[in-house]
């Protein structure tokens, strides 16, 4: 079993950047897809970005296209979020969570993860 543990969260002005991180233990995260959720107070979680073993083929959610970058750095057994262009609409918690199962399609529902991390707050101010 894999353990997540999301990093790098903080207060940061619109227009700036932080670098979400996703640090696992437990199994080699090259065996899951990976993806990004976050969570608004008082909304659900939503998907932000997945990206496959092989680390091609990432996939976003519209509203954060152009703007965020998901990776994995196998030798660190890391996933990251690089989030530019901030906006006080991205303020939540962000989770990373990994998904063991083959599928034809990446993963983008929260029901399709079977491991989660603990989540960062990032909060973006005006």
């Known amino acids: 079993q894999v353990q997540l543990v999301e990093s790098g969260g903080g207060l940061v002005q619109a227009g700036g950047s932080l670098r979400l991180s996703c640090a696992a233990s437990?199994?080699?995260?090259?065996?899951?897809?990976m993806g990004w959720f976050r969570q608004a107070p008082g909304k659900e979680r939503e998907f932000v970005a997945t990206i496959s073993r092989t680390g091609d083929s990432p996939y976003y959610a519209d509203s954060v296209k152009g703007r965020f970058t998901i990776s994995r750095d196998y030798a660190k057994n890391t996933v990251y979020l690089q989030m530019n262009s901030l906006n006080p609409e991205d303020t939540a918690v962000y989770y990373c969570a990994a998904d063991r199962n083959f599928r034809l399609v990446l993963p983008s529902t929260r029901n399709e993860y079977e491991y989660w991390g603990q989540g960062t707050q990032v909060t973006v101010s005006s």
């Open positions: 437990g199994r080699a995260l090259s065996l899951y897809a």
